[in-house]
């Protein structure tokens, strides 16, 4: 094997273990449901084309802009939402572009009002809530999260999966999924329940943490 | 076939007000980049004549080295840059490296001292407006274009709208208010471009606040960044070499290949590929 095919192996393990599966399987389910071209996700994802196709490619293994992991996310959660198959193509254009306008500082912490508010994660909300208009990125997260969540003014439940994505935003703002993992390893033996919160929450997809969350809070307290 | 010498080809990019093709010079018989603006005013007339008129050689600047027209257009014609922009390159890597981040920022000063010398302000500048040359060991050649709504020293305002024009995020806060033009709003602009790489943030906010220094960068850096974006222009650098001077002890040299903060490989792709086949 030459070395480029060496490195495409060892990309696709990597890729399997930080996104659950290699990235051109996950994209390319992703724009069969979506119906877009390559070229029109890598600008809902904020990606230049040639990114996007190496990553697909396992040319390259990791997503280094967090905010494009979010947009990511967000897309698929579009894509799986019960109410897509009849969606009619203009509201899914409109929520693409909004999924598109989240910025990094705003995906960190804004996109947790369900995605049918995606469009209220803009930076001017931010800013018309008082709440600084882009926070230092190192500890913005959690507080703007919690300005967008006093946010939703028009007195609509907090829904009980927001959590688990408040604290996905959290994990992946301070660690790499690779320090998560590793992390999640080193504890693994002693604490396997700690570890299985870090991979989930860390790594693991939104509905996979949602999941987590539902069992786990929403069990303890007896809904 | 325009202007009996280019040869238009595929479509590379699209502002508000123009067009850009990949084109190739029968005369200089190399690749150019063909900026086809639309004359439907006085105001676009007087743009493309000023952007034309630009003649600046500078390896960190990117101006027109011929002009025709083109039916309703006039073709600009420039040095092709097929690495995207700094907008791009945000896009993909998301923060920057500290010492990634110098060196754009000095690049961008130096293409900034050079124009301001030939009393011209660029209004302008910001990510998008920052191209790159390809390089798959991430060496960044950053190329300062557009300039569109460059401003001379000795103009008369010719904006039809009667309000500053620019990028809200990048506009300086005396442009804001005032609308006093000058060439420490492009100090300013440079600045909130060097807070985007080093933070990894979003187009800023008008008056942005560049808020605490994030961990790992050096703190000298984050003090030449902060009187760049100093909402007062009077306490900015004199000058864009005054600032270059300020960053210079700071800048450790880059190593190639050059890697993300993260560790992957940070390579400058080339986005333009192949021309597709043409007569020459």
């Not at chain 1, 999640?184 to 939104?206: C, K, M, S």
């Not at chain 2, 620019?166 to 420490?184: F, I, K, M, S």
């Not at chain 2, 993300?260 to 792709?269: H, N, R, S």
């Amino acid at each position: 094997m030459g070395v480029a095919a060496e490195t495409v192996v060892r990309n696709r393990v990597l890729q399997t273990e930080w996104y659950g599966e290699p990235l051109g399987d996950r994209v390319r389910r992703l724009l069969a449901r979506l119906d877009l071209s390559q070229s029109a996700l890598a600008g809902v994802l904020g990606l230049s084309a040639p990114m996007l196709s190496q990553l697909m490619s396992a040319q390259r293994a990791k997503i280094s802009n967090p905010a494009v992991l979010h947009r990511l996310l967000a897309a698929e959660e579009l894509a799986a939402d019960p109410g897509f198959r009849s969606m009619p193509a203009a509201e899914v254009k409109e929520r693409l572009a909004a999924i598109g306008a989240e910025t990094a500082a705003t995906t960190s912490g804004l996109r947790l009002a369900d995605s049918g508010r995606a469009a209220g994660g803009r930076p001017s909300d931010g800013a018309a809530q008082g709440g600084p208009p882009h926070g230092d990125l190192a500890q913005g997260g959690a507080a703007q999260g919690s300005a967008a969540q006093g946010g939703v003014a028009d007195g609509a439940p907090v829904h009980a999966e927001q959590p688990a994505r408040v604290v996905q935003s959290l994990l992946r703002e301070v660690a790499s999924a690779a320090d998560i993992e590793a992390a999640a390893g080193l504890i693994g033996d002693r604490f396997p329940d700690l570890a299985e919160l870090l991979r989930v929450y860390g790594n693991g997809r939104t509905s996979e943490a949602e999941a987590h969350y539902a069992r786990v809070v929403r069990g303890a307290r007896g809904y | 076939m325009v202007g009996g010498r280019f040869v238009l080809l595929d479509r590379i990019g699209a502002g508000a007000t123009s067009r850009v093709r990949r084109a190739y010079d029968r005369v200089e018989r190399r690749y150019c980049a063909a900026k086809l603006v639309r004359c439907d005013g006085r105001t676009s007339v007087l743009r493309v004549v000023r952007e034309q008129a630009l003649r600046l050689a500078h390896p960190h600047v990117v101006t027109p080295y011929a002009s025709c027209m083109a039916g309703e257009d006039v073709l600009l014609a420039m040095d092709l840059v097929g690495g995207g922009s700094l907008e791009t390159l945000l896009g993909d890597y998301g923060r920057l490296p500290p010492e990634y981040a110098a060196e754009v920022l000095d690049q961008m000063l130096a293409a900034l001292g050079r124009i301001h010398r030939a009393g011209i302000v660029h209004r302008d500048v910001k990510p998008a407006n920052l191209l790159l040359e390809p390089s798959p060991v991430g060496a960044p050649h950053v190329r300062l274009a557009d300039f569109g709504i460059a401003l001379g020293d000795d103009d008369v305002r010719f904006t039809t709208t009667g309000f500053a024009v620019g990028t809200p995020g990048y506009l300086a806060p005396e442009v804001l208010d005032r609308d006093r033009p000058g060439p420490r709003q492009d100090l300013y602009a440079a600045g909130m471009v060097g807070w985007r790489m080093l933070t990894g943030a979003g187009d800023p906010e008008p008056r942005q606040r560049i808020g605490a220094r994030p961990a790992g960068v050096p703190p000298m850096l984050w003090t030449v960044l902060s009187h760049l974006c100093d909402p007062d222009p009077a306490r900015r650098f004199a000058d864009a070499d005054a600032a270059r001077r300020a960053l210079a002890p700071h800048r450790p040299d880059l190593r190639f290949p050059a890697l993300t903060v993260d560790g992957e490989p940070l390579q400058i792709f080339d986005h333009l590929g192949a021309p597709p086949a043409h007569a020459r």
